[in-house]
């Protein structure tokens, strides 16, 4: 095992245990709630253990030896990542996540097996995901108590989980405005809203927890915060640009659904303001897009310059993130940890 | 004011102060998110504040003298109640709360008065009621966390107020799928579900939790969850009975809702083992059922003895919760804090 996934099991070992005690006080309770649980359990596991990640490289590069201790906040963080994408999809209404069954999805087909009719069924998934996204988003909270931080770094910790959600709530706020609003947000609100949704507790607030469980400076820990926010927005510009061009393999999702949903990115912001628009406009939020069109999208968001466009706009974040690691507060054992999370960004734009 | 109504007050201070510095949080998030939290603030306002009242109660009775701590643990038992029924609301698709819209309500109207759509106006509201009861859910144990108790208490009381919670979603999980299976559920099976979704979290763990902030012995603290759980459960079944057969002043509710959502109750339970249930099978669940059925329904549900077995139920039960209040270690500060809420539920069966 190299060091990325010995810190990763030890993130596993928590969340196993954690899910193993809840599932015991959930049996006497009955089992569907036991059934639940496993579901939720299943909801947190296989991904990228990504804000672990982040928690634990603040942790250790800048002297943090109690990996367990760190473990416990990044388990904290992953199943305040499970809360928000389980109802995230309650909000999307999607009953399907990377290809598989979600909470809502497991719940209505299981429904329909015992001849529910599909209404039902669907609204017997959605009541099931709303539930669990609660329990997990409640215990988030609770897994920090027990990382065994003294009460003071506690406190921190707690106030920095709830920026997190707070902030993430903002976000899922605006992106449903998105989504129902006629008119085209500009640029700059596309990027606060995925500022708010998705970078402060993906990348913000774990490397800060980690440094203030490691005892930092408060100039280390705002100095992370800068330096999350910058690479938080450039993943999320990639990753919006990945989602229209990108392969399968890279992303796990197709690239033909966001131009269907009409998702509003950095791309479609900047390419609304060009005269590809005229067409672009009516291929985009076309629910039935086809493979061709969607191939027609594709072209036009290249040749008007969106794809330029939000790429640049990606590589100077990215940049804008790696010149903070040269600061001189920054020991060189953090800049380690953290740059190849810089370059991680950069090469997905090439 | 007398000493209830003191005692709301502080509780209604420590909510005003939290809203008031999350307003302030949030306006820089946008003006939406502000609209949010405002709307969150006004879903807390105007209730009973029954939960605090139970912290208080078992606080007070016990020898407490810090009424500002109780104040911020009984805020929090609040703002899990406020989470509570803002997701129940998005589980059971309502839009209007005690005759005036919920947060999904008042989201939805909002979007008809801007020209969209019903069902994109529906969704609308919906969304913004899952985050907000993140949000009060979240914040909940924030409150808990600014009580001032010490480290050791807090812990016990944050395992107290992840216990109603834990319970609370048991029983909502349950609920759903009474709501949804054929089959009628035996009457113990609905004992445990009320319990489970709404006496845990409204009399057993307050209880508990005033006296643990009190530093009341384990003895106390587990005779004080018997009453809470025997009560509750009285209160509950009452609850039931006034839903069909009490007057809307009394419950805030329409005595034909639950008859037409067919709502499984003990009367309910009880009565589908009756010759009466020929008919009543037909009239209860009936979404359309007018108020002369619906005079039928109830003289079915008397005749047939179940209104008469529910009453009797929550009366016995009201009667083993007056008992625990005789047992020795209960100071007699306590029992007269307790005996007017035991009272009260047997009050209503009258």
């Known amino acids: 095992m190299d060091i990325a996934q010995e810190r990763a099991a030890l993130v596993d070992a928590v969340l196993e245990r954690f899910f193993t005690l809840s599932k015991k006080r959930?049996?006497?309770?009955?089992?569907?709630?036991?059934?639940?649980?496993?579901?939720?359990?299943?909801?947190?596991?296989?991904g990228k253990r990504f804000r672990p990640r982040m928690v634990m490289a603040a942790y250790c590069g800048l002297g943090g030896r109690d990996l367990d201790a760190a473990a416990y906040v990044g388990a904290?963080?992953?199943?305040?990542?499970?809360?928000?994408?389980?109802?995230?999809?309650?909000?999307?209404?999607?009953?399907?996540?990377?290809?598989i069954p979600n909470i809502s999805g497991s719940y209505r087909d299981h429904a329909v097996t015992l001849g529910a009719p599909e209404e039902i069924a669907e609204h017997r998934g959605v009541s099931a995901a709303v539930i669990a996204g609660d329990l997990a988003l409640f215990n988030s909270y609770r897994l920090l108590d027990r990382s065994g931080a003294s009460a003071e770094v506690r406190d921190r910790l707690a106030d920095v989980l709830d920026e997190a959600m707070f902030a993430s709530a903002a976000g899922e706020l605006i992106d449903v405005d998105f989504s129902i609003e006629p008119?085209?947000?500009?640029?700059?609100?596309?990027?606060?809203?995925?500022?708010l949704k998705t970078a402060v507790y993906s990348f913000e607030t774990p490397l800060q927890a980690?440094?203030?469980?490691?005892?930092?400076?408060?100039?280390?820990?705002?100095?992370?915060?800068?330096?999350?926010?910058?690479?938080?927005?450039?993943?999320?510009?990639?990753?919006?640009?990945?989602?229209?061009?990108?392969e399968w393999g890279?992303?796990?999702?197709?690239?033909?659904?966001?131009?269907?949903?009409?998702?509003?990115?950095?791309?479609?912001?900047?390419?609304?303001?060009?005269?590809?628009?005229?067409?672009?406009?009516?291929?985009?939020?076309?629910?039935?897009?086809?493979?061709?069109?969607?191939?027609?999208?594709?072209?036009?968001?290249?040749v008007c310059g969106a794809r330029a466009?939000?790429?640049?706009?990606?590589?100077?974040?990215?940049?804008?993130?790696?010149?903070?690691?040269?600061?001189?507060?920054?020991?060189?054992?953090?800049?380690?940890?953290?740059?190849?999370?810089?370059?991680?960004?950069?090469?997905?734009?090439?």
Do not use: C
């Open 183 to 195: 008119e085209m947000p500009l640029v700059d609100d596309i990027l606060t809203m995925e500022r």
């Open 250 to 302: 890279a992303t796990g999702k197709t690239t033909i659904g966001d131009l269907r949903e009409g998702k509003r990115t950095v791309m479609v912001a900047f390419a609304s303001s060009t005269p590809a628009w005229a067409r672009l406009g009516e291929l985009i939020g076309k629910h039935d897009l086809d493979e061709t069109e969607a191939e027609e999208a594709r072209e036009l968001l290249a």
């Open 26 to 46: 959930a049996e006497p309770l009955g089992q569907h709630y036991l059934h639940l649980w496993g579901l939720l359990e299943r909801n947190t596991q296989g």
């Open 309 to 350: 466009f939000a790429e640049n706009l990606a590589r100077d974040y990215a940049q804008r993130a790696l010149s903070r690691l040269a600061e001189p507060h920054i020991p060189a054992a953090l800049r380690d940890e953290l740059h190849p999370v810089a370059t991680e960004v950069l090469d997905r734009v090439k």
């Open 210 to 246: 980690g440094a203030i469980l490691a005892g930092a400076s408060d100039k280390a820990v705002e100095t992370l915060g800068d330096f999350g926010r910058e690479i938080g927005i450039a993943y999320q510009v990639i990753d919006d640009v990945l989602g229209v061009f990108g």
């Open 76 to 99: 904290a963080f992953e199943l305040l990542h499970t809360a928000l994408i389980v109802h995230d999809d309650v909000i999307d209404r999607d009953f399907v996540r990377r290809g």
